[in-house]
């Protein structure tokens, strides 16, 4: 299992891999590049270099071509050669990339690539010698998601550790689940992710008999483990599927109440306008996917009727599909509100990109047809020139600060202003025997006026319209 899975060893240095396909501008390369080493800065590495390649497309062995593999190598004191024979440990690994000579091993093999230019090997450090020991990166970040084999070749050629993107989101997940339900779905993705990548257990160790409580008869190592992953996997999820039960009750509770979600892309800023516009104590801090578990609190000062104010785990581009499954039930929040507001980070210069994620992710989860306004945040980081153009660009979206209270005051007038549409009043007389209905008044409608009289009490309300046929169809059936 991946040492970036063991959150009591930390991993200082990295090094990251990435590959310029042609379907990305260069503007989109360079992004990708500064979010994995944010991702890589996340989980507490130090990114110490880069090597990347142009290319139509990922190489099938080890992703980019020869030259750009030893240039790899030199960064982690790895050989830059794919070895055949039998899987070999973490420790051989290295010492043979220490070694780096036909002696260390004779069966090793370089893998062909056709692409390659044999003079494109120098490293950005400007010499052809490997790093000292003490300098090395010990994990290598690749901006793309690996095949088994793939990850296994590259281990075998630069001696590292070797994560892909998807593997990294998911380590950064693992860290920050804290409660019982994220850490479920988490673990539950973190194992289906696992499993094709298992290998074959050493020579000698391959294949056994059965026995109670071990391997079935010819059951190698790497089929045991993944049955006990597939056992465990379906262990997870009656687990999970008790607690999402709860939590489809808590939000039936809810059902009748105005309901906005805050989505958008990972360090938007979501978590610091729920903490501006709920006083909750939400986590706040400036990491991808410091929200994990999705809070719902009042917006206050409080309306009437009340509002509920969801946060919710934040989207980045290419999000591992089984991530989003077994978040499934945590999104439904945005799924089933009335309003979203999409938080975006105006002063990130991929901003735009940004904002396709995100809806392709609602579209995904299918929440992409509720009313939604868009909110530029972080505005206090743009010149006024800046704001000028995005005021331009997205006439119907706000452009505000978080720590700025005006602003904090602007989006929540908005937000009221959004569920006051569509409101109608209404004149009801209700019995002193159904005196209930007047605290059902209080809780989904606003109370404009309300008097005591021989009849019952007359209230005078003003709400949706679902909610004011509620209360005279309960009033009809007496």
Not at 127 to 132: I, K, R, S
């Amino acid at each position: 299992m991946s040492q970036l899975f063991d959150t009591a060893k930390p991993l200082p240095r990295a090094v990251i891999l990435a590959v310029h396909l042609p379907d990305a501008s260069d503007a989109d390369f360079d992004s990708s590049l500064e979010e994995i080493a944010r991702l890589g800065k996340t989980l507490g590495l130090r990114v110490i270099g880069r090597v990347t390649q142009k290319r139509s497309r990922l190489a099938p062995g080890v992703v980019v071509g020869e030259g750009k593999l030893k240039e790899l190598a030199r960064w982690t004191g790895g050989s830059g050669e794919v070895y055949v024979g039998p899987p070999r440990t973490k420790r051989s690994l290295r010492n043979r990339g220490a070694a780096g000579s036909d002696e260390a091993d004779p069966e090793r093999q370089e893998v062909a690539d056709e692409s390659v230019a044999q003079g494109e090997a120098a490293a950005e450090s400007g010499t052809d010698a490997a790093l000292p020991p003490n300098e090395r990166a010990g994990v290598v970040l690749v901006d793309h998601d690996l095949s088994p084999s793939q990850a296994r070749n590259l281990e075998n050629a630069t001696g590292a550790e070797v994560i892909d993107r998807s593997g990294v989101i998911l380590a950064i997940f693992q860290r920050h689940a804290r409660s019982r339900e994220a850490r479920l779905q988490v673990e539950i993705a973190r194992l289906q992710y696992v499993a094709p990548r298992l290998r074959e257990a050493a020579l000698g160790e391959d294949r056994q008999g059965g026995g109670i409580g071990g391997k079935g008869a010819g059951e190698s190592s790497a089929e045991l483990d993944r049955r006990k992953i597939r056992d465990r996997i379906a262990e997870l999820r009656q687990e999970l599927a008790a607690i999402e039960r709860e939590s489809t009750t808590r939000r039936k509770r809810r059902g009748e109440l105005n309901k906005s979600a805050l989505v958008g892309y990972t360090n938007a800023g979501k978590s610091s306008w729920m903490r501006a516009l709920t006083g909750s104590e939400v986590l706040v801090q400036d990491k991808l996917f410091a929200t994990l578990d999705t809070t719902v609190r009042a917006l206050q000062p409080e309306t009437s009727p009340r509002i509920l104010v969801s946060d919710t785990v934040g989207f980045i581009k290419k999000l591992p599909h089984d991530l989003v499954a077994s978040f499934r039930s945590t999104l439904d929040e945005a799924r089933e509100c009335d309003l979203l507001l999409q938080v975006v980070d105006a002063s990130d210069p991929a901003f735009p990109a940004q904002i396709e994620v995100t809806r392709s992710v609602l579209h995904e989860i299918g929440a992409d047809e509720s009313p939604s306004l868009l909110v530029l945040n972080k505005s206090d980081r743009l010149t006024a020139e800046q704001r000028e153009r995005l005021a331009t660009e997205y006439p119907q979206a706000l452009l505000l600060s978080v720590r700025d209270p005006a602003d904090v005051a602007t989006l929540r007038a908005r937000i009221a202003e959004h569920f006051e549409r569509g409101m109608q009043e209404a004149e009801l007389v209700v019995p002193y025997q159904l005196s209930k209905l007047v605290a059902e008044a209080h809780a989904t409608t606003r109370v404009i006026s309300e008097a005591h009289k021989e009849d019952g009490t007359h209230i005078r309300v003003k709400g949706a319209s679902d909610q004011l046929a509620k209360l005279r169809a309960a009033l009809a059936k007496h």
